[in-house]
C-alpha cells in the first residue's frame, strides 16, 4: 500500500502533534518515503529533531531558512504521492479554504499535486462551529480528504469530537487513498477468526484462532475499492475502517450470517476456523466441580464451506476456503476442496512455531480445482492478503 510512496506529513500547532510522531514512525516502518514540514507554531510543540530522528530527512519549518531547498515549498507537495496535515488545526483549515499561503506549509499545499488527508484536531466546540464546517465542506469539495476525528476527553478537559484520529488509523487511509482500485465494484465476504460453542455460562469450546489473516485479507480488499462484508468470531482486533463488520460468536451465528451474503457476493473467502463440534447441551447454571470425571457430549456443527460450495452452483461466486492442518498439508487440502467444491483452497501448517494461528507471518500452500499447486514463501499476513487475491481475480477473469 504505501511501500516505496512519497509522503510529506504537515504538522500543525495544536496539542495533538505528539501524535504525529507515532504517524511517521509507522509509514517509515510500512516502507514509505517521508518528509515533514511543520509550521512556526508546532515547533512549540515538538521539536523539529524528533521527526528529523523518525524520518531520516531534514524537517522544514521556516521558508527562509538558509538550508531549506530554494523552492521546496513547490517541489514537495509536486513530487509526493500523498499530503497529509496531522493535526489540522481549526486555523489551518481556514487557510487552506481560503487559499491562504503565508508559510512553508500552506504554501506547499496550495502548489501541491499530490492528494491531500486532512485530519482534523481540535476542541469540540471549535470543530462543531459553523465556519469550521463550511471551510471542511469547501476544502472536501475541492478534492481533499478528511477525515472524521476521534470523540472523547480532550486536552482541554471537554468531552465530544475532536480528537485527531489514532495514527494506526490514518496510516491505514493513507494506504488505502493510495492503493489501486482493481477490486472497485466487487462485493467480497470474508470470515475470520473463531467461534466460541458454551458448555455452561462461564465456559465454551473454541480454538486459537486469532482473526488476523482474515483480518488482513479485509482490510487489503476495502483498499483495493471492494465492498466488504467482515463477519468475524471474537477476537482481540479492531475492525478496520471503511467495512461492513458483523460480529458473531457460534458457528450457527456465522453460517446465517454467511448464508445471508452469498447471494449478492461476488467472491466469499471463508479464512475462519469454525467449530467443527459443540456440546450438545448448554448448562443453564456454572457446571460444578466435583471429585468425578466429567463427560461433554459432542455433536457435529452446519459445514458452512460446503453450504456455500452448494450454493455457488447457481450463484456463482467465487469461493476460498482455507485448512488449518498439522499433517499430509497438500492431501488434506486437496480432499476439503474437492468435497467443498472450493475455487481454491489455502493451505497452512499450523504446528509451525514461526506461522499460522497468532503468528504475524504466514506460509501458505495454494491449491486451485484444476490441480495446481503453489508453494509461497513465508510472508507478513498483510502481504499475503494481496498475494490471495491477485490470484482471485485471476480466476474471475477465466
Known sequence: MIKDKKIVIGVTGGIAAYKAAELVRILVKGGASVRVAMTSNAVKFVAPLTFETLSGNRVVWDMFDPFTEPIGHITWGQEADLLIIAPATSNFIAKMAHGTADDFLTSMVLASTAKILVCPAMNTQMYKNAATQENIRLISGRGCFVMK??????????????????????AELAGNLLTEKDLDGLKVVVTAGPTQEPVDPVRYITNRSSGKMGYAIARAATARGAAVKLIS???????????????????????????AEAGQADVIIKAAAVSDYRPGETALQKIKKDEG????????????????????????????????ETESLTANAEEKLRKKNLDMIVANDVSREDSGFDAENNKVQIIYRDGKVEDLPLMPKESLADQLLDRIMVLRKK
Not at 476527553?153 to 488509523?169: I, K, W
Not at 468470531?233 to 446465517?256: C, N, S, W, Y
Open 149 to 170: 476525528p476521534g470523540e472523547g476527553e480532550l486536552a482541554c478537559h471537554t468531552e465530544g469530537p475532536g480528537r485527531l484520529p489514532e495514527p494506526e488509523e490514518i
Open 293 to 324: 470425571s466429567f463427560t461433554l457430549n459432542m455433536i457435529k456443527n452446519p459445514d458452512i464451506l460446503a453450504e456455500l460450495g452448494a450454493l455457488k452452483k447457481n450463484d456463482g461466486f467465487i469461493l476460498v476456503g482455507f485448512a488449518a
Open 233 to 259: 468470531g471474537p477476537v482481540a482486533l479492531k475492525p478496520p475502517a471503511g467495512i461492513d463488520f458483523h460480529q458473531v460468536k457460534t458457528a450457527e451465528e456465522m453460517r446465517k450470517a454467511a448464508l
